[in-house]
């Protein structure tokens, strides 16, 4: 059976914002590659802060002004959903009707769902309930915002990132979806090694580990610099994330300031990442885990926690011994050490094959084959 061609398709690509997150980048990236395949993508940011490079060439559209904030307080809710039907009712009369609405994110997925705009996917990018149980741990109304925000799925069309949150959101009794579907995160690989070769001036000339991502309660930068402490290595660590002074105020409470570099947000981070000697990630909760995927493709060691979800399904077969029990630092010195004394080989990373940029956009498209 020869499958049928999807012709050209107009795509709203909805979220919070284009700051330094991976979900950002995730979007970026089908957005280039529907681009690329000569598709029509546009870039719908509720809130005009960006920090990724956006091609010129795709449409970025701004949806609330920069003095608009608490769009989905309990108060602005209804306003907020009715100035963004207004927008997107504009904007199709202006350029012409989308074929698919992607909405990301939390407060996205909020607004989105009560604007009755189809066919429109909800991107989950996390594990739903380590998230709510970590907004608990804040407080009541923090606890109420995040599950006013996961009920919005409820009836709606779900694409979840990895297995492991697709299979959370099936066995869910707080989320009754209309489907679930698991797409895995798109990766340029030939663009990411790419990118790699282009040195910048103040990476490190001798070997060090890595760190990539938010100076968030959830990636456990704790356990991390623990873990340090207990190495028998000596390796500095550098960390790759947008808030600095939150990062250098935990290290120099530590008195880690001679072990720990915050080179702090890069728009290419793969010459870092290729050049280190291991990546390591120590979260409590991931949704896929983007950072692991970018280190195998570019042939660097990654070292992760077994955490829900996605770390189990990159390091499989041989790298699964590369997997560590959450929360415990002295178990990841130990394999810290352990990776850096054998120098593991990872090209050939089962997971590659499945994320290629070309297979994922095929997949995204084809939740447009029958509107």
Known sequence: MIARAISHKRIAIVIDSLSGGGAEKVMLTLAKGLQARG???HLLVLEPAVEHEVPVDIPLHFCFGANEHNLDSFWRLNGTVAKLKNFLTQLQQNIGRFDLFLSNLHQTNLLMTRTGVSPLYCVVHNSMDEELKRQRKLGPIAWLEMWR???ALNGQHLIAVSEGVADE???STRIMPASVTTIYNPFALAEIRAQAELIPEDLPKGD???HVGRFARQKRHDVLFAALKQMQHNLPLILLCSNRKKAQKAITKLGLQQRVIVAGF???PFPWI??????VLSSDY???GNVLLEALALGTPAISTACPHGPTEILT???AQWLVPRRDPVALAKKLDQLLDSKPDVTDAEILSKVNLDTIVQQYLALTADE
């Open 317 to 319: 077969g041989n790298l």
């Open 266 to 268: 890069q728009q290419n």
């Open 208 to 210: 060090y580990l890595i």
């Open 274 to 279: 290729k050049h280190a000697r291991a990546l």
């Open 286 to 288: 991931e949704g896929f």
């Open 169 to 171: 959101l099936r066995q």
């Open 39 to 41: 598709h029509e993508p």
């Open 149 to 151: 925000a996961q009920k």
